[in-house]
């Protein structure tokens, strides 16, 4: 693995039968990167997810993630790595602070850095006052930023985060990307999957997945001028209907 890439893939392929979902996609994704995988739903974003997460082995190709085969090493990616989805993985019969003592137990930390880790989050975050609160009776932005923190609170080199803004109110979408900026700049590589073009322009490269394959891969910026368009929704779009640069 090249030292910069915390991600290589290479010709990553995964069928269900006769229906190809992940077909001979390639990229790498660097150390401390924002990097977003956009496509419309059904374009093949899960599938790629869950196979660079070590949950589904693909069928044919190659993939490293920080260091690990996706093929042999899945258990080594799994301890290495944060994961979010759009459900936020919380538990809402458990209160705020059980939910971070049972993900730093889930994650191997030891007794005193997860009191530490514990009370570090409740003021970052500003939810001391609710820490014994019931996750069902908190507003859904406290619960997003909680459910990301937890994902991160073993401080791993990356985080996957698949669709983690979905049916989520816009105002509460751009809180939750400071949250990313925050982790980036503390070197943590974000890996996240949207079907909302807007949030390309927060990401430092993006790719657009159509039907199963990767059609396109570049900074935002470089998009846009690639497809002489106004925003990546319009880029998106051209590629959903064939169109060329």
């Not at 995988?37 to 069928?59: D, E, H, Q, V, W």
Request: include cysteine.
């Amino acid at each position: 693995m090249h030292n910069d890439n915390i991600i290589e893939v290479s010709g990553l392929t995964r069928k269900f039968g006769n229906f190809t979902a992940v077909d001979h996609i390639t990229f790498e994704v660097k150390r401390g990167e924002i990097f977003g995988f956009l496509g419309a739903n059904g374009a093949g974003k899960t599938t790629a997810i869950r196979m660079l997460t070590g949950l589904l082995i693909p069928s044919t190709g190659q993939a490293t993630v920080a260091g690990f085969d996706v093929f042999t090493q899945t258990e080594s990616i799994k301890k290495n790595i944060g994961y979010m989805s759009q459900k936020f993985s919380l538990y809402s019969d458990l209160t705020v602070v059980e939910n971070i003592r049972f993900y730093g137990g889930i994650y191997g930390l030891r007794s005193r850095d997860i009191r530490r880790k514990t009370d570090e989050l409740l003021e970052r975050l500003g939810l001391a006052d609710v820490r014994n609160r019931l996750i069902d009776d908190l507003p859904l932005g406290w619960k997003q930023k909680l459910a990301f923190s937890t994902a991160v609170i073993h401080e791993p080199a990356i985080v996957f985060m698949d669709e983690p803004t979905g049916g989520v109110d816009p105002i509460t979408r751009r809180q939750f990307w400071d949250l990313i900026y925050e982790a980036s700049d503390r070197g943590t590589t974000i890996f996240v999957t949207t079907h909302y073009m807007d949030e390309a322009e927060y990401c430092d490269r993006v790719t657009i997945m159509v039907d199963g394959r990767i059609d396109a891969l570049d900074t935002p910026g470089g998009l846009k001028k690639k497809y002489g368009a106004e925003d990546i929704d319009e880029v998106f779009v051209k590629l959903a209907r064939g169109g060329v640069a």
